[in-house]
């Protein structure tokens, strides 16, 4: 994704979906906790997430059918508030993580050097994590 390959994108989440989406999060929730941090500064508010999940939903038509409160949770939660998606299913977030960091990284254009740094801050965070 990073990389904009998108045929290798289908491929994997194709993959991902046969599999029940069984281990997509431990390298998709690093990168999107990464790419999500990176574009809020710190004094961010309710309203600043709020534009960046309608941006993400009018991109992404498969995002209408997850509930905008519910985008906007996960979204924040990565942003360091909590109890916010509770009663959210890991696969409901995985995909909603995905359409988010298709986003993020489109609107970041990532130059060679950049994608490689985010490539090897997600490798680490993700290796940490196992």
């Not at 600043?48 to 309608?54: E, G, I, L, P, S």
């Not at 990565?78 to 995905?98: F, K, R």
Request: charged share 25%; proline share 5%; net charge negative.
């Amino acid at each position: 994704m990073a990389r904009r390959d998108w045929d290798t994108v289908d491929q994997l989440l194709d993959g991902l979906e046969t599999s029940g989406w069984h281990g997509g999060n431990q390298v998709i929730g690093p990168a999107f906790a990464i790419a999500i941090n990176d574009r809020f500064a710190v004094g961010h508010s309710p309203t600043d997430v709020a534009r960046f999940v309608t941006e993400t939903r009018a991109r992404f038509p498969g995002a209408e059918s997850v509930p905008t409160v519910k985008m906007e949770g996960l979204a924040r939660t990565a942003l360091g508030e909590v109890g916010l998606i509770d009663s959210l299913s890991p696969e409901t977030a995985l995909q909603m993580q995905i359409m988010f960091l298709g986003k993020l990284l489109q609107d970041r254009d990532p130059n060679e050097a950049q994608l490689e740094e985010f490539i090897a801050d997600v490798e680490q965070t993700a290796a940490e994590h196992m």
